[in-house]
């Protein structure tokens, strides 16, 4: 939780906390104008480098399914970035907390051993630092897939959105498992870094 302490400073200091001035309202009220609910935007992930080319050499594709959208990023290695639409949630900019919700997902396929495992509509929990996806579109089977850092991350605010860049995504050992049982590997460790992601929030 200190990342999220330290990035909560770095949000008062930008002025991201809105309410009233000091002694003209409770704390309660000034809770509630630090509170947006979200309308939309959009989360991008960009793999490490080494990630994309390892994943290809065992013979897996990571393929974005619907409204996701992915494409290659040359440059210091291959990459994949990949798009997710955010749907809804809330943000509370003063605590940093909240919940944001995705549409699309990624595909991990090894097609021609006819392997494969998805995960999908994912849910940021901001306070908690993880990232959990259903798992081969069943809703009743959620997992944590990412845990969030936020400890060098950046945060912009303009009139309708803020933008929170430089998030570090490393694998949790639920998904390392899961991964490595589905394909038969040894590729996936716990903590492993998969890459950074931006948010887009709209509200």
Known sequence: MRMFKRVAVVATMAGLVVGPVAGTASASTATRAAQIRLTGGETTVTTAPGIATALLGNGIVPIATLPGTAGAQLGGGVAVRFTFPVTGGWLNTAKLA???????????????????????????????????????????????????????????????????????????????????ATFGTSLFKPGLELGTASTLLRF
């Not at 997902?105 to 940021?124: E, N, T």
């Not at 089977?141 to 845990?147: A, H, I, M, S, T």
């Not at 850092?149 to 949790?172: E, F, N, P």
Request: proline share 4%; no cysteine.
């Open 98 to 180: 909240g919940t944001i919700w995705h549409k699309g997902g990624i595909l991990f396929a090894d097609l021609p051993a006819g392997k494969q495992i998805a995960v999908s509509d994912f849910v940021i929990n901001v306070h908690q630092g993880v990232l959990t996806a259903e798992v081969n579109g069943n809703p009743k089977v959620r997992v944590p897939l990412l845990k969030l850092s936020l400890a060098h991350a950046t945060i912009r605010k303009g009139w309708h959105y803020i933008k929170i860049s430089g998030i570090v995504l490393t694998l949790t050992s639920t998904a390392a498992s899961a991964l490595d």
